[in-house]
Protein backbone atom coordinates (compact mmCIF):
# COMPACT_ATOMS: atom_id res chain seq x y z
CA UNK A 1 0.00 0.00 0.00
CA UNK A 2 1.44 3.58 -1.20
CA UNK A 3 2.16 6.21 1.54
CA UNK A 4 -0.99 8.27 0.45
CA UNK A 5 -3.54 5.66 1.29
CA UNK A 6 -1.86 3.75 4.44
CA UNK A 7 -3.00 6.04 7.20
CA UNK A 8 -6.66 4.54 5.93
CA UNK A 9 -6.78 0.73 6.72
CA UNK A 10 -10.61 -0.39 6.36
CA UNK A 11 -13.73 1.73 6.05
CA UNK A 12 -14.94 1.79 9.56
CA UNK A 13 -18.19 1.02 7.71
CA UNK A 14 -17.09 -2.03 6.62
CA UNK A 15 -15.14 -3.46 9.46
CA UNK A 16 -18.59 -2.28 11.76
CA UNK A 17 -20.85 -4.24 9.85
CA UNK A 18 -19.05 -7.31 9.78
CA UNK A 19 -18.94 -6.85 13.47
CA UNK A 20 -22.86 -6.91 13.51
CA UNK A 21 -22.96 -9.88 11.09
CA UNK A 22 -20.64 -11.65 13.21
CA UNK A 23 -22.19 -10.69 16.31
CA UNK A 24 -26.13 -10.80 15.23
CA UNK A 25 -25.80 -7.20 16.84
CA UNK A 26 -28.44 -4.61 15.60
CA UNK A 27 -26.38 -2.09 12.59
CA UNK A 28 -27.45 0.93 13.35
CA UNK A 29 -23.54 1.80 12.04
CA UNK A 30 -23.36 1.95 8.12
CA UNK A 31 -26.11 4.11 6.70
CA UNK A 32 -28.56 2.45 4.96
CA UNK A 33 -32.19 1.44 5.05
CA UNK A 34 -33.49 -1.55 5.91
CA UNK A 35 -36.53 -1.18 3.48
CA UNK A 36 -36.05 -1.03 -0.09
CA UNK A 37 -37.38 2.50 -1.93
CA UNK A 38 -40.18 2.46 -3.98
CA UNK A 39 -41.77 -0.30 -5.69
CA UNK A 40 -42.40 1.18 -8.93
CA UNK A 41 -38.83 2.20 -9.15
CA UNK A 42 -37.90 -1.12 -8.64
CA UNK A 43 -40.05 -2.78 -11.39
CA UNK A 44 -38.81 0.54 -13.80
CA UNK A 45 -35.10 -1.56 -13.37
CA UNK A 46 -36.32 -4.83 -13.85
CA UNK A 47 -38.35 -3.54 -16.92
CA UNK A 48 -35.14 -1.81 -18.29
CA UNK A 49 -33.46 -5.03 -17.70
CA UNK A 50 -35.57 -6.77 -19.61
CA UNK A 51 -35.86 -4.83 -22.62
CA UNK A 52 -32.32 -4.31 -23.02
CA UNK A 53 -31.94 -1.01 -21.93
CA UNK A 54 -28.72 -0.44 -20.28
CA UNK A 55 -27.35 -3.55 -20.50
CA UNK A 56 -24.54 -2.20 -22.54
CA UNK A 57 -22.06 0.75 -21.73
CA UNK A 58 -24.52 3.29 -21.09
CA UNK A 59 -22.87 6.95 -22.64
CA UNK A 60 -20.02 8.27 -20.20
CA UNK A 61 -22.07 11.16 -19.41
CA UNK A 62 -24.96 9.04 -18.46
CA UNK A 63 -28.09 8.24 -20.40
CA UNK A 64 -29.97 11.51 -21.44
CA UNK A 65 -33.22 10.29 -19.73
CA UNK A 66 -31.29 10.35 -16.34
CA UNK A 67 -29.52 13.88 -16.97
CA UNK A 68 -32.94 15.57 -18.09
CA UNK A 69 -34.39 14.26 -14.91
CA UNK A 70 -31.93 15.62 -13.13
CA UNK A 71 -31.81 18.68 -14.45
CA UNK A 72 -35.85 19.04 -13.85
CA UNK A 73 -35.52 18.01 -10.38
CA UNK A 74 -33.03 21.34 -9.75
CA UNK A 75 -35.02 23.24 -11.64
CA UNK A 76 -38.13 22.00 -10.17
CA UNK A 77 -36.88 22.75 -6.13
CA UNK A 78 -34.18 25.23 -6.40
CA UNK A 79 -35.13 26.89 -9.55
CA UNK A 80 -31.63 26.33 -10.95
CA UNK A 81 -31.36 25.87 -14.59
CA UNK A 82 -29.19 23.30 -15.95
CA UNK A 83 -28.50 22.23 -19.25
CA UNK A 84 -28.64 18.20 -19.09
CA UNK A 85 -26.01 17.62 -21.92
CA UNK A 86 -23.36 19.83 -20.60
CA UNK A 87 -24.40 20.49 -17.00
CA UNK A 88 -24.85 16.79 -15.46
CA UNK A 89 -22.87 14.06 -15.18
CA UNK A 90 -23.65 10.65 -14.04
CA UNK A 91 -21.54 8.63 -11.12
CA UNK A 92 -20.77 5.61 -9.30
CA UNK A 93 -22.89 6.96 -6.60
CA UNK A 94 -21.80 10.13 -5.00
CA UNK A 95 -18.52 8.26 -3.61
CA UNK A 96 -17.09 8.25 -7.46
CA UNK A 97 -18.37 11.81 -7.94
CA UNK A 98 -16.37 13.02 -4.32
CA UNK A 99 -13.31 11.32 -5.87
CA UNK A 100 -13.89 12.37 -9.40
CA UNK A 101 -14.25 15.98 -8.49
CA UNK A 102 -10.79 15.91 -5.87
CA UNK A 103 -9.12 14.07 -8.61
CA UNK A 104 -9.87 16.26 -11.40
CA UNK A 105 -9.48 19.54 -9.29
CA UNK A 106 -6.67 19.30 -7.01
CA UNK A 107 -3.00 19.44 -7.70
CA UNK A 108 -0.70 17.81 -5.78
CA UNK A 109 0.22 20.37 -2.41
CA UNK A 110 -3.13 22.20 -2.64
CA UNK A 111 -4.62 22.87 0.41
CA UNK A 112 -8.37 21.09 0.71
CA UNK A 113 -10.93 22.56 3.79
CA UNK A 114 -12.77 19.86 5.02
CA UNK A 115 -16.14 20.05 7.66
CA UNK A 116 -14.50 18.00 10.34
CA UNK A 117 -15.96 15.22 11.35
CA UNK A 118 -15.93 14.39 7.84
CA UNK A 119 -17.40 11.63 5.98
CA UNK A 120 -14.40 9.22 5.72
CA UNK A 121 -13.98 9.05 1.92
CA UNK A 122 -13.01 12.97 1.65
CA UNK A 123 -9.22 12.41 3.99
CA UNK A 124 -8.88 9.27 1.27
CA UNK A 125 -9.80 10.84 -1.71
CA UNK A 126 -7.92 14.40 -1.10
CA UNK A 127 -5.24 12.41 -0.29
CA UNK A 128 -5.17 10.06 -3.05
CA UNK A 129 -5.35 13.10 -5.14
CA UNK A 130 -2.23 14.77 -3.14
CA UNK A 131 -3.80 17.11 -1.46
CA UNK A 132 -3.42 18.28 1.76
CA UNK A 133 -6.56 18.16 3.80
CA UNK A 134 -7.22 21.25 6.42
CA UNK A 135 -9.99 20.26 8.59
CA UNK A 136 -12.26 22.82 10.16
CA UNK A 137 -14.32 21.45 13.46
CA UNK A 138 -17.64 21.57 13.50
CA UNK A 139 -18.40 22.26 17.29
CA UNK A 140 -21.30 21.22 19.55
CA UNK A 141 -23.23 24.35 20.46
CA UNK A 142 -26.16 24.11 22.63
CA UNK A 143 -28.08 21.11 20.72
CA UNK A 144 -26.67 21.18 17.41
CA UNK A 145 -22.31 20.88 16.26
CA UNK A 146 -22.02 24.34 14.61
CA UNK A 147 -19.54 25.79 12.09
CA UNK A 148 -17.35 28.74 13.40
CA UNK A 149 -17.30 31.03 10.19
CA UNK A 150 -14.49 33.08 11.65
CA UNK A 151 -12.49 29.51 11.87
CA UNK A 152 -13.50 28.73 8.57
CA UNK A 153 -12.27 32.30 7.14
CA UNK A 154 -8.86 31.71 9.04
CA UNK A 155 -8.33 27.89 7.39
CA UNK A 156 -7.99 29.74 4.31
CA UNK A 157 -4.43 29.82 3.22
CA UNK A 158 -2.81 30.99 -0.16
CA UNK A 159 -2.67 26.94 -1.13
CA UNK A 160 -6.01 26.61 -0.72
CA UNK A 161 -8.15 25.15 -3.39
CA UNK A 162 -10.95 23.84 -2.65
CA UNK A 163 -13.84 23.75 0.48
CA UNK A 164 -15.30 20.80 0.85
CA UNK A 165 -18.58 21.14 1.96
CA UNK A 166 -21.27 18.78 3.15
CA UNK A 167 -24.86 19.74 3.80
CA UNK A 168 -27.01 18.20 5.41
CA UNK A 169 -24.21 17.01 7.26
CA UNK A 170 -22.82 13.48 8.11
CA UNK A 171 -22.31 12.06 10.79
CA UNK A 172 -23.61 15.57 12.83
CA UNK A 173 -26.82 16.68 11.44
CA UNK A 174 -26.32 19.52 11.06
CA UNK A 175 -28.12 21.84 7.93
CA UNK A 176 -26.16 24.92 7.54
CA UNK A 177 -28.15 28.05 7.54
CA UNK A 178 -28.82 30.60 4.54
CA UNK A 179 -26.64 32.80 6.15
CA UNK A 180 -23.82 30.39 6.98
CA UNK A 181 -23.84 29.33 3.30
CA UNK A 182 -24.33 32.72 2.10
CA UNK A 183 -20.98 33.53 4.16
CA UNK A 184 -19.05 30.61 2.70
CA UNK A 185 -19.72 31.84 -0.80
CA UNK A 186 -18.65 35.28 -0.20
CA UNK A 187 -15.38 33.66 1.62
CA UNK A 188 -15.23 31.33 -1.96
CA UNK A 189 -15.93 34.26 -4.11
CA UNK A 190 -13.27 36.80 -2.01
CA UNK A 191 -10.83 34.23 -2.24
CA UNK A 192 -11.15 32.87 -5.13
CA UNK A 193 -12.19 29.01 -4.62
CA UNK A 194 -13.43 26.13 -5.48
CA UNK A 195 -16.33 24.49 -3.79
CA UNK A 196 -17.13 20.92 -4.29
CA UNK A 197 -20.87 20.50 -1.90
CA UNK A 198 -22.12 17.09 -0.88
CA UNK A 199 -26.00 17.11 -0.50
CA UNK A 200 -26.52 13.80 -0.69
CA UNK A 201 -28.96 14.14 2.10
CA UNK A 202 -31.28 17.08 0.39
CA UNK A 203 -34.05 15.24 0.99
CA UNK A 204 -33.55 14.77 4.58
CA UNK A 205 -34.24 18.07 6.21
CA UNK A 206 -36.34 18.20 9.53
CA UNK A 207 -38.12 20.70 12.21
CA UNK A 208 -37.71 24.33 10.36
CA UNK A 209 -34.59 23.57 8.68
CA UNK A 210 -34.38 24.04 4.77
CA UNK A 211 -31.93 22.82 2.13
CA UNK A 212 -30.31 25.55 -0.02
CA UNK A 213 -27.73 24.48 -2.74
CA UNK A 214 -24.23 26.37 -2.55
CA UNK A 215 -24.54 26.58 -6.02
CA UNK A 216 -27.95 28.98 -5.62
CA UNK A 217 -25.92 31.72 -4.25
CA UNK A 218 -24.35 34.39 -6.10
CA UNK A 219 -21.13 34.17 -7.48
CA UNK A 220 -21.20 30.33 -6.69
CA UNK A 221 -22.95 28.44 -10.29
CA UNK A 222 -19.24 28.53 -12.28
CA UNK A 223 -16.96 27.53 -9.17
CA UNK A 224 -19.20 24.75 -7.53
CA UNK A 225 -19.73 21.11 -7.90
CA UNK A 226 -22.73 20.01 -6.22
CA UNK A 227 -23.34 16.23 -5.45
CA UNK A 228 -25.97 14.26 -4.82
CA UNK A 229 -27.19 10.41 -5.03
CA UNK A 230 -30.31 7.88 -5.52
CA UNK A 231 -28.93 5.75 -2.63
CA UNK A 232 -29.92 8.73 -0.58
CA UNK A 233 -33.03 9.72 -1.47
CA UNK A 234 -34.84 6.77 -2.88
CA UNK A 235 -33.05 4.35 -0.25
CA UNK A 236 -31.54 2.38 -3.35
CA UNK A 237 -27.78 2.00 -1.69
CA UNK A 238 -27.14 -0.81 -3.22
CA UNK A 239 -27.59 0.59 -6.85
CA UNK A 240 -24.51 3.44 -6.67
CA UNK A 241 -26.29 5.69 -8.82
CA UNK A 242 -25.32 9.22 -8.20
CA UNK A 243 -24.57 12.34 -9.79
CA UNK A 244 -22.72 16.04 -10.07
CA UNK A 245 -24.49 19.18 -11.11
CA UNK A 246 -21.44 22.25 -12.31
CA UNK A 247 -20.92 24.31 -15.24
CA UNK A 248 -19.55 22.87 -18.24
CA UNK A 249 -16.12 23.54 -17.83
CA UNK A 250 -16.32 21.85 -14.17
CA UNK A 251 -18.38 19.24 -15.38
CA UNK A 252 -15.89 18.37 -18.29
CA UNK A 253 -13.03 18.56 -15.60
CA UNK A 254 -14.63 15.99 -13.30
CA UNK A 255 -15.60 13.28 -16.11
CA UNK A 256 -12.20 13.63 -17.60
CA UNK A 257 -11.21 11.87 -14.31
CA UNK A 258 -14.44 9.84 -14.08
CA UNK A 259 -13.80 8.16 -17.74
CA UNK A 260 -10.63 6.57 -15.89
CA UNK A 261 -12.17 5.66 -12.65
CA UNK A 262 -15.57 3.46 -13.87
CA UNK A 263 -16.34 4.64 -17.40
CA UNK A 264 -19.95 4.82 -17.02
CA UNK A 265 -22.41 3.39 -14.32
CA UNK A 266 -24.88 0.70 -14.12
CA UNK A 267 -27.21 0.94 -17.03
CA UNK A 268 -30.55 -0.74 -16.30
CA UNK A 269 -30.60 1.79 -12.71
CA UNK A 270 -29.85 4.83 -14.48
CA UNK A 271 -33.55 4.57 -16.13
CA UNK A 272 -35.11 3.47 -12.91
CA UNK A 273 -33.69 6.26 -11.62
CA UNK A 274 -34.79 8.65 -14.07
CA UNK A 275 -38.34 7.22 -12.80
CA UNK A 276 -37.86 7.60 -9.56
CA UNK A 277 -36.76 11.99 -9.60
CA UNK A 278 -40.29 12.15 -11.35
CA UNK A 279 -41.86 10.43 -8.62
CA UNK A 280 -45.11 13.34 -7.43
CA UNK A 281 -44.14 15.52 -4.82
CA UNK A 282 -45.94 12.88 -2.21
CA UNK A 283 -43.03 10.62 -2.27
CA UNK A 284 -40.34 13.20 -1.10
CA UNK A 285 -42.67 14.62 1.92
CA UNK A 286 -43.75 11.07 2.68
CA UNK A 287 -39.99 9.90 2.68
CA UNK A 288 -39.03 12.96 4.98
CA UNK A 289 -42.05 12.51 7.32
CA UNK A 290 -41.17 8.55 8.04
CA UNK A 291 -37.52 9.44 8.55
CA UNK A 292 -38.52 12.50 11.23
CA UNK A 293 -41.03 9.91 13.05
CA UNK A 294 -38.01 7.71 12.91
CA UNK A 295 -35.20 10.32 14.34
CA UNK A 296 -37.59 11.11 17.38
CA UNK A 297 -38.41 7.55 18.22
CA UNK A 298 -34.58 6.91 18.26
CA UNK A 299 -33.81 10.15 20.12
CA UNK A 300 -36.07 8.92 22.39
CA UNK A 301 -34.96 6.05 23.09
CA UNK A 302 -30.82 7.15 23.08
CA UNK A 303 -32.04 10.00 26.03
CA UNK A 304 -33.76 7.18 28.02
CA UNK A 305 -30.85 5.19 27.63
CA UNK A 306 -28.79 8.00 29.11
CA UNK A 307 -26.74 9.16 26.60
CA UNK A 308 -26.59 13.13 25.36
CA UNK A 309 -28.20 13.15 21.93
CA UNK A 310 -27.72 16.32 19.39
CA UNK A 311 -31.08 16.36 17.64
CA UNK A 312 -30.37 16.01 14.02
CA UNK A 313 -31.67 18.66 11.46
CA UNK A 314 -31.04 16.37 9.08
CA UNK A 315 -29.87 13.25 7.61
CA UNK A 316 -30.67 9.73 8.63
CA UNK A 317 -27.80 9.99 11.51
CA UNK A 318 -27.63 10.53 15.42
CA UNK A 319 -24.71 11.59 17.21
CA UNK A 320 -24.95 10.93 20.98
CA UNK A 321 -22.58 11.51 23.79
CA UNK A 322 -21.43 9.00 25.93
CA UNK A 323 -19.87 10.94 28.73
CA UNK A 324 -22.87 10.68 31.08
CA UNK A 325 -22.73 6.86 30.64
CA UNK A 326 -19.20 7.02 32.42
CA UNK A 327 -17.89 6.10 28.89
CA UNK A 328 -15.29 8.53 26.96
CA UNK A 329 -13.96 6.57 24.49
CA UNK A 330 -16.24 6.30 21.54
CA UNK A 331 -13.73 3.99 19.96
CA UNK A 332 -13.83 1.23 22.43
CA UNK A 333 -17.41 1.88 23.81
CA UNK A 334 -18.41 0.99 19.76
CA UNK A 335 -15.99 -2.39 20.00
CA UNK A 336 -17.30 -3.75 23.12
CA UNK A 337 -21.28 -2.52 22.08
CA UNK A 338 -22.11 -5.72 20.36
CA UNK A 339 -21.35 -7.56 23.21
CA UNK A 340 -22.13 -5.89 26.01
CA UNK A 341 -26.37 -4.58 24.30
CA UNK A 342 -26.08 -6.65 20.80
CA UNK A 343 -25.91 -2.89 19.44
CA UNK A 344 -23.49 -1.47 16.60
CA UNK A 345 -22.90 1.86 16.40
CA UNK A 346 -20.24 4.24 14.37
CA UNK A 347 -17.34 6.15 16.97
CA UNK A 348 -17.52 9.24 15.40
CA UNK A 349 -13.59 9.80 16.31
CA UNK A 350 -13.01 8.35 12.90
CA UNK A 351 -14.03 11.03 10.84
CA UNK A 352 -12.01 13.55 13.03
CA UNK A 353 -8.13 14.42 12.60
CA UNK A 354 -8.29 16.20 16.22
CA UNK A 355 -9.27 12.56 17.17
CA UNK A 356 -9.68 13.71 21.26
CA UNK A 357 -12.72 16.47 20.03
CA UNK A 358 -14.15 13.49 18.42
CA UNK A 359 -13.64 10.69 21.16
CA UNK A 360 -16.79 10.91 23.41
CA UNK A 361 -19.44 10.87 20.23
CA UNK A 362 -21.31 8.10 18.66
CA UNK A 363 -23.12 7.88 15.66
CA UNK A 364 -26.44 5.89 15.32
CA UNK A 365 -27.97 5.40 11.55
CA UNK A 366 -32.20 5.50 12.22
CA UNK A 367 -33.15 4.82 8.67
CA UNK A 368 -34.05 1.81 10.32
CA UNK A 369 -37.40 -0.26 11.00
CA UNK A 370 -39.67 1.45 13.95
CA UNK A 371 -39.22 -1.97 15.83
CA UNK A 372 -35.79 -2.00 15.60
CA UNK A 373 -35.14 1.27 16.26
CA UNK A 374 -37.25 0.59 20.10
CA UNK A 375 -35.58 -2.91 20.24
CA UNK A 376 -31.94 -1.09 19.59
CA UNK A 377 -33.13 1.49 22.44
CA UNK A 378 -34.37 -0.78 25.00
CA UNK A 379 -30.82 -2.87 24.86
CA UNK A 380 -28.88 0.15 25.27
CA UNK A 381 -31.04 1.02 28.56
CA UNK A 382 -30.76 -2.61 29.62
CA UNK A 383 -27.42 -2.73 29.29
CA UNK A 384 -27.11 1.09 30.81
N1 LIG B 1 -21.48 11.44 1.04
C1 LIG B 1 -22.04 11.28 2.25
C2 LIG B 1 -22.07 12.43 3.18
C3 LIG B 1 -22.59 10.05 2.59
O1 LIG B 1 -23.13 9.89 3.79
C4 LIG B 1 -22.55 8.99 1.67
C5 LIG B 1 -23.13 7.63 1.95
N2 LIG B 1 -23.07 7.20 3.22
C6 LIG B 1 -21.93 9.20 0.45
C7 LIG B 1 -21.42 10.44 0.17
C8 LIG B 1 -21.81 8.11 -0.56
O2 LIG B 1 -22.93 7.99 -1.34
P1 LIG B 1 -23.11 6.80 -2.39
O3 LIG B 1 -23.59 5.63 -1.64
O4 LIG B 1 -24.11 7.34 -3.36
O5 LIG B 1 -21.80 6.55 -3.02
N1 LIG C 1 -22.58 6.71 3.78
C1 LIG C 1 -22.85 5.63 4.66
C2 LIG C 1 -22.61 6.05 6.09
O1 LIG C 1 -22.18 7.15 6.37
C3 LIG C 1 -22.00 4.43 4.39
C4 LIG C 1 -21.36 4.36 3.08
C5 LIG C 1 -20.24 3.37 3.07
O2 LIG C 1 -20.36 2.29 3.60
N2 LIG C 1 -19.17 3.74 2.48
O3 LIG C 1 -22.86 5.26 6.92
Known amino acids: LNRRLAEF ?13 RTGAIN ?44 AHQQRRYGLSLD ?36 DSYAACIAMAGGARVPVTLRPDGSRFRLDLDELRDAVTGRTRLLLINTPHNPTGTVLTREELATIAELAVERDLLVVTD ?7 FDDAEHIPLASFPGMRDRTVTISSAGKTFSFT ?54 LAKRDVLAAGLEEAGLTVYRPSGTYFITADIRPLGESDGIAFCRALP ?32 HVLEEAAARLKRAG
Open 9 to 21: GTTIFAEMSALAL
Open 28 to 71: LGQGFPDTDGPKEVREAAVRALRDGRGNQYPPGPGIPELRTAIA
Open 84 to 119: PDTEVLVTAGATEAIAAALLALVEPGDEVIALEPYY
Open 199 to 205: EVYEHLV
Open 238 to 291: GWKVGWITASPELVTAVRSAKQFLTYVSAGPFQYAVAEALALPESYFTGFRADM
Open 339 to 370: DRAGVVAIPTAVFYDHRDMGAPFVRFAFCKQR
